[in-house]
């Protein structure tokens, strides 16, 4: 998580020091190298995992889960940042916020929500991860919404088996059947990659 040093503010602004992120969005860094190995997509995967687990023990939602809100440090690790949209998630929810791609079907439905729809988010982060574009993306807003709502997506056959089960598993439309962030960080996929040590500099360099 991206950490806050200190602020200051005048008459119309508040300014926030924060910690400097010296490789930017991840967003760019995926543009690219248009998408990343499963090798590099697990281990980012697993730190956002780790940083949102940690949001919601302190009941935080973030619900704006997206490359351009993860930061990449000189040490090659993650940053969330953007808390723009997050919550106190002891109250369920039921404001539509966040980014088009990213929606969940509650939030499509303008339903009640909960940290659940930070699963989905990571859902869809990794596949954006490993193949280069959101799963629902389509050319027109409708077609987006309806998509998400009929949970209407693709793998690439360049995919491999345990990427998919991931996937699969946080995005689901029920609520309560995602896969939670503890399940993410045990998963075999994952650990498969993260066992293999740290390799960010594939993706900085």
């Not at 793998?155 to 991931?166: K, L, N, W, Y």
Request: aromatic share 12%; proline share 4%.
């Amino acid at each position: 998580i991206l950490r806050m040093f200190n602020y200051f503010h005048d008459e119309k602004k508040v300014y926030l020091i924060l910690e400097y992120a010296l490789h930017g969005e991840l967003f760019k860094v995926l543009q690219r190298h248009r998408r990343f190995t499963e090798l590099t997509g697990a281990q980012y995967i697993f730190q956002v995992s780790d940083a949102l687990n940690y949001c919601h023990s302190k009941n935080v939602i973030h619900r704006d889960i997206k490359p351009e809100n993860i930061l990449l440090c000189d040490d090659g690790k993650i940053r969330i940042a953007d808390f723009g949209w997050a919550v106190h998630a002891k109250n369920r929810r039921q404001t539509m916020c966040g980014t088009l791609d990213y929606l969940p079907p509650e939030m499509v439905l303008k339903q009640h929500h909960d940290e659940k729809v930070d699963y989905w988010s990571v859902g869809v982060l990794c596949y954006e991860f490993l193949v280069g574009k959101p799963p629902f993306e389509t050319k027109t807003q409708q077609d987006t919404y309806t998509r998400i709502m009929k949970v209407q997506y693709s793998f690439p056959s360049f995919m491999s088996a345990g990427a998919r089960d991931v996937i699969s598993k946080l995005l689901v439309k029920e609520p309560a059947r995602r896969m939670n962030f503890e399940q993410v960080m045990k998963h075999p996929w994952i650990l498969e990659h993260c066992n293999k040590g740290l390799k960010f500099w594939l993706v900085v360099t």
